[in-house]
């Protein structure tokens, strides 16, 4: 039975590949946490964003009941004092999901209603000693083909790695150890 049943799980994935891959796949990818390129592009145009330096490389892109979410650290925290990202049309501020003012960092969160399409992001840089005060509209381009499911999710994959217990039929193939009765 098993010989059957793999070749079978192997098909799956090929089956989603020809299908133009990983568009559909983006729109419908599982619940769980991928990491995820991005680029930070100055407003309306596809030129790197100086903020580009500000942001560490992969994101991590969470799916949970079909939203998207893609988290990452900002360096010089400090001198970010505002980040909002347009939602629905407006501007909204960015999630902190957690802040280190030693290293200066912070991971902020933001709501991706679709990742094959620029996010419009809004930033305020302060530099009191530089006297340097200025907002810039950026724009996020997220890297589809690079999403890739984060290894706290290879426990996911083990649920995959449950057809085994659909291999567990093995156990069904014990009935041969009823055969040995005979």
């Known amino acids: 039975k098993n010989e059957e049943k793999q070749p079978d799980e192997d098909k799956k994935p090929e089956v989603e590949k020809p299908?133009?891959?990983?568009?559909?796949?983006?729109?419908?990818?599982?619940?769980?946490?991928?990491s995820i390129n991005f680029k930070t592009l100055k407003d309306q145009t596809d030129e790197i964003s100086m903020m580009n330096t500000y942001t560490k490389?992969?994101?991590v892109l969470k799916v949970k009941d079909g939203k998207k979410y893609v988290s990452f650290t900002l360096t010089n925290s400090a001198w970010i004092t505002k980040f909002e990202f347009d939602k629905?049309?407006?501007?909204?501020?960015?999630?902190?999901?957690?802040?280190?003012?030693?290293?200066?960092?912070?991971?902020?969160?933001?709501?991706?209603?679709?990742?094959?399409?620029?996010?419009?992001?809004?930033?305020?840089?302060?530099?009191?000693?530089?006297?340097?005060?200025?907002?810039?509209?950026?724009?996020?381009?997220?890297?589809?083909?690079?999403?890739?499911?984060?290894?706290?999710?290879?426990?996911?994959?083990n649920q995959g790695g449950n057809n085994n217990q659909g291999g567990n039929d093995n156990q069904g193939g014990n009935n041969n150890q009823g055969g040995n009765d005979n």
Do not use: C, W
């Open 19 to 34: 299908d133009g891959n990983k568009n559909p796949d983006a729109e419908t990818i599982k619940d769980g946490e991928y």
């Open 57 to 59: 490389n992969p994101g």
């Open 88 to 157: 629905n049309g407006s501007f909204v501020d960015a999630n902190v999901l957690s802040e280190d003012t030693k290293a200066d960092t912070r991971v902020v969160e933001v709501e991706v209603a679709d990742l094959s399409k620029k996010l419009n992001a809004k930033v305020k840089v302060d530099i009191d000693s530089m006297n340097y005060h200025h907002f810039y509209d950026i724009q996020f381009a997220f890297d589809k083909d690079s999403i890739k499911p984060l290894d706290n999710q290879g426990g996911n994959d």
